[in-house]
Nanobody
Framework: QVQMVESGGGLVETGDSLTLSCTGP????????IGWFRQRPGKEREFVAAITWSGTATYYADDVEGRFTISRDDAKETVSLQMNDLRPDDTAIYYC???????????WGQGTQVTVAS
């Protein structure tokens, strides 16, 4: 079982920035496309952003486009999610996951809590 690890969450104010990190065992990160997801209170888990294995393409949900940036550093086996201009509606548990095949995401982490105070 591959377990991803997210870090970097915390309590911030509206308009602040935060950077989340995702890492995994061995060369998991550098060998796969990686996605970030979030689960807001009382809501289903939803897609936030993804980056291809090569790092040449990135994808974002509409409500984070222009505010969030996903990037990868394969030498450090890390995928980051830079979140700017945070809003209370961004409050959620953020998860990273490995895109193993097609559109399937496997190998999730335990998540990191992001709370944005108004």
């Amino acid at each position: 079982q591959v377990q991803m690890v997210e870090s970097g969450g915390g309590l911030v104010e509206t308009g602040d920035s935060l950077t989340l990190s995702c890492t995994g065992p061995g060369r998991t990160v550098s060998n796969y496309a990686i996605g970030w997801f979030r689960q807001r209170p009382g809501k289903e888990r939803e897609f936030v952003a993804a980056i291809t294995w090569s790092g040449t393409a990135t994808y974002y949900a509409d409500d984070v486009e222009g505010r969030f940036t996903i990037s990868r550093d394969d030498a450090k086996e890390t995928v980051s999610l830079q979140m700017n201009d945070l809003r209370p509606d961004d409050t959620a548990i953020y998860y990273c996951a490995v895109n193993t095949v097609g559109s399937a995401y496997d190998y999730w982490g335990q998540g990191t809590q992001v709370t944005v105070a108004s």
